[in-house]
């Protein structure tokens, strides 16, 4: 069983900075593209950033030049360095991987719980 596990949410100031981190466990084979979504109360859900297993990455333009997105490829794990936030990046983010389960050799896609990022005065 596939899970991935998010941390690294909370309450922030404007400005300020947050660090999530999510890791994939369990029986893999192999992880391919990992990124991060967020959806702020009732709007959809919407990509942020996202990296290949080559450690290509994209983002969304309201984050880029503020946030970055990387993995450690040992420890199946992706990170976002979160840099001058702003109150319209209040949401609940949530981490997303391709993986290839150990017996399978399909890729699934799985979602981590969700954190809830929340930036305000």
């Known amino acids: 069983q596939v899970q991935l596990v998010e941390s690294g949410g909370g309450l922030v100031q404007p400005g300020g900075s947050l660090r999530l981190s999510c890791a994939a466990s369990g029986s893999i084979f192999s992880v391919g593209t990992m990124g991060w979504y967020r959806q702020a109360p009732g709007k959809q859900r919407d990509v942020v950033a996202r990296i290949t297993s080559g450690s290509s990455t994209n983002y969304a333009d309201s984050v880029k030049g503020r946030f970055t997105i990387s993995r450690d490829n040992a420890k199946n794990t992706v990170y976002l360095q979160m840099n001058s936030l702003k109150p319209e990046d209040t949401a609940v983010y949530y981490c997303?991987?391709?993986?290839?389960?150990?017996?399978?050799?399909?890729?699934?896609?799985?979602w981590g719980q969700g954190t809830q990022v929340t930036v305000s005065s």
């Open positions: 997303k991987a391709g993986v290839v389960p150990s017996s399978f050799r399909s890729e699934f896609i799985y």
